[in-house]
């Protein structure tokens, strides 16, 4: 089973167990095409079956059959929402997991290694690649056309155009 992070709960909402998620992805609708979830607990995945969806400021209410009163929406509380990739439908182009950034290569046009993708981070306008280097302060690399020149997935490399000064940092 492959699965991705797609999410948090990160509160309990009203009475009746349902739970107020931060979703991890640019399109929070996706919750809607999905029929369950999962969450790990003590190494050990629990399926949760999607009831019913609203939306509130950014973050989505989540009401899972499973999860009965808010008594036990408590214990779920902080955790990481999974969802398999085969149910997540493909991707449009030049669009990628977080999940299958991180780990990736970042090197320059002259081939010159700069560092590994360690973790990506959403702006609002544009995401940036935290990337980290031996040695160095880690460097923030905006995700723009201008910089990021070539993403290959399958190659795990992520080519770029350093910016004047970028690489001072």
């Keep these: ?3 991705l992070e797609v999410g948090k709960i990160v509160n ?3 009475l009746r167990g ?3 998620i931060v979703p991890w992805t640019d399109y929070p609708e996706l919750f809607e095409e999905i029929e369950y979830v999962y969450v790990k607990k003590r190494e050990e995945y629990t399926r949760l079956d999607i009831a019913g969806i609203k939306y509130q400021k950014g973050n989505i209410i989540v009401r899972f059959p499973q999860i009965k009163d808010i008594n036990e929406a408590e ?3 902080n955790q990481i929402i999974y969802a398999e990739r085969e149910m997540l439908g493909e991707l449009p182009e030049g669009v990628y997991y977080i999940a299958d950034l991180i780990g990736l290569d970042v090197v320059k046009e002259d081939g010159e290694k700069v ?5 990506v981070i959403n702006t609002g306008s544009n995401d940036i690649y935290d990337v980290k280097r031996e040695g160095k302060k880690n460097l923030l690399i905006p995700v723009i056309d201008d910089v990021v020149l070539n993403v290959d ?9 350093m910016m004047e000064g970028l690489e001072d940092l």
Aim: net charge positive.
């Design 1 to 3: 089973m492959d699965l």
């Design 12 to 14: 309990t909402h009203g």
């Design 18 to 20: 349902e739970v107020k």
């Design 75 to 77: 214990k779920y509380k």
């Design 115 to 119: 560092g590994t993708v360690a973790d």
């Design 153 to 161: 997935i399958e190659n795990k490399k992520i080519t770029v155009r």
